[in-house]
């Protein structure tokens, strides 16, 4: 049951196992989900989807598989074997509501008598008692009243619809949108190497049970550290100029970042950075932090992550004097060479479209310094700067 949703599914390159099509199925058979297709979408993409970057392409698969199934029939058989939605549909309904289907000739007949109509209607049809349509007090369509019917489409009325048979929409979701303050951190957190320091604030539940044990049953409480991500970060923010579109994105990126990482600093610089920084964009020319200051305080073991456009004139990158606000002794390339050697793992996140990279010169001379370490500013270039760093 259900091979060609799990082929599907994988055809659209979702890394969906045989080991999740048999969850789904052991699911469906402890029936999680009966005769709802919104409830069995919920279900098999929380099986088979396991990295939310692969929701637009489980839903492209999911859509294109429904959209095949033509009949009530198909669709029943599709989700769940027969003799279930049987079982299921008598458990709900009243006794009145039972009589109702019977005076109809049961489930079979009410069904059957559907896809006749559905057969031999050609237009669409309101009111009345006999198409397939809206309003009226025919037991097929919506927004009318019968109740042993079948919905199809529209919100309901009654409620009293046997079966729904209705259309539906899915969002898309796609590793190349822009980010929000919660994508971002669940990007951020692939950068991640735990470790335990400050303060013994935290109850430590193991060893407390040990300790009291071993104590002839007289309470002995442990304590530990909060559990800290260690890893080290230093962040550069371009700002200014063509970075002001994306002023709203980096806001999110800084403010998820603050809450991810425990060592972070962070400093802004503009289009390229040169022999110094600064941390307060109101003081940026009366207070600022000479660049070779920060190589010398931040070890090595520091992760350097850039935030910018990289878009800008040549000279600023190639040239003394090429920066537009003063005159730079040496050329931002050799800072960046500077930085890339003292550290090593460095990435650049480039809010521009990567489609558009190629026709900007600057943005190609950035990416020669930093060995092609730039990845653009989207859910899946954060978790490819993310692991490139965690290498």
């Known amino acids: 049951m259900l091979l060609s949703f799990f082929n599907g599914v994988r055809r659209a390159g979702v890394p969906v196992t045989l080991k999740e099509h048999l969850a789904l199925l052991e699911a469906l058979e402890a029936r999680l989900v009966l005769g709802d297709i919104d409830d069995f979408y919920m279900l098999s993409r929380t099986i088979?989807?396991?990295?939310?970057?692969?929701?637009?392409?489980?839903?492209?698969?999911?859509?294109?598989?429904?959209?095949?199934?033509?009949?009530?029939?198909?669709?029943?058989?599709?989700?769940?074997?027969?003799?279930?939605?049987?079982?299921?549909?008598?458990?709900?309904?009243s006794e009145e509501e039972k009589a109702a289907i019977e005076s109809m000739g049961g489930l079979d007949k009410l069904i059957e008598e559907f896809e006749k109509r559905l057969k031999e209607q050609e237009k669409r049809h309101e009111g009345g008692n006999k198409w397939i349509g809206t309003g009226g007090t025919s037991p097929f369509g919506h927004g009318g009243y019968n109740p042993e019917g079948i919905r199809v489409g529209g919100q309901g009325g009654q409620k009293k619809a046997v079966k729904v048979w209705d259309q539906r929409q899915f969002a898309n979701y796609d590793d190349s949108i822009q980010l929000g303050t919660r994508n971002i951190k669940m990007a951020l957190k692939r950068l991640r190497k735990f470790a335990r320091t400050g303060a013994e604030d935290q109850l430590d539940i193991d060893d407390t049970i040990n300790s009291t044990a071993k104590n002839a049953g007289l309470l002995d409480i442990k304590m530990v550290p909060e559990r800290h991500n260690a890893v080290k970060v230093l962040i550069f923010f371009d700002v200014g100029g063509s970075m002001d579109p994306y002023v709203r994105l980096c806001e999110e990126l800084f403010s998820a970042a603050k809450t991810e990482f425990k060592h972070m600093e962070y400093f802004y610089f503009h289009n390229c950075p040169y022999d110094r920084v600064w941390k307060d964009n109101y003081r940026r020319f009366s207070e600022t932090t000479p660049m070779l200051d920060v190589l010398h305080k931040y070890g090595s073991d520091y992760k350097v992550i850039f935030i910018g456009d990289a878009s800008m004139s040549p000279y600023e990158i190639l040239s003394p004097g090429g920066s537009v606000e003063y005159f730079n002794e040496e050329p931002g390339m050799d800072w960046i060479k500077r930085l890339t050697e003292t550290y090593p793992k460095t990435v650049w996140l480039n809010p521009t479209p990567e489609n558009h990279w190629r026709h900007t010169q600057s943005i190609s001379i950035i990416r020669e310094l930093l060995e092609e370490r730039m990845y653009p500013l989207t859910l899946g270039g954060l978790e490819n700067a993310m692991a490139e760093l965690s290498r």
């Open 48 to 93: 088979m989807v396991k990295d939310e970057k692969h929701y637009d392409k489980f839903d492209k698969a999911f859509g294109a598989y429904f959209k095949e199934i033509q009949s009530f029939d198909d669709l029943v058989e599709a989700l769940i074997p027969d003799d279930w939605l049987r079982q299921e549909f008598m458990k709900q309904l």
